[in-house]
């Protein structure tokens, strides 16, 4: 009768130990924008500009710990207007950055789309 309970205790003590893991969700972002004036002789100008250093863009990212130094995430990024409010990319959400990660003690596997040097050049 002993061996009978002892076996479902182990497993339910496994299994809070599991529950109890870490785990974090972010909103993250950058509005990016500026005002510029220009005069010229007797003529001025002032105007509302965006992406002047840095693109404007918000996003998501999460992070799942599984225990044993092992860990899941996701992280998805998107550019968009300040001004009007329209996404970089028309149609598409997360166009900056929409991946999941498996984070092990050894690096990361990551699966998604990514920002690439190219993309940054852009």
């Known amino acids: 009768m002993i061996k009978k309970l002892f076996v479902p205790a182990i497993l339910l003590m496994t299994l809070s130990v599991s ?4 785990s974090s969700v ?3 972002g ?5 005002v510029t004036y ?3 002789g007797s003529q001025h100008s002032a105007a509302l500009v965006s992406n ?5 863009r918000f ?3 999460g992070r799942e710990d599984q225990g044993n130094g092992y860990a899941t995430g996701f992280w998805l990024e998107n550019g968009f207007s300040p001004n009007n409010g329209t996404l970089k990319t028309a149609n598409t959400l997360f166009d900056r950055r929409s991946t999941v990660s498996l ?3 050894y690096g990361e596997l990551r699966l998604g789309r990514d920002i690439t040097p190219t993309y940054l050049a852009d």
């Open 52 to 56: 002047g250093m840095v693109p404007s």
């Open 19 to 22: 529950a109890m893991a870490q």
């Open 59 to 61: 996003g998501f990212t």
């Open 30 to 34: 950058i509005i990016a924008d500026a």
């Open 26 to 28: 972010a909103i993250f």
């Open 38 to 40: 220009y005069k010229v």
């Open 103 to 105: 984070l092990t003690p």
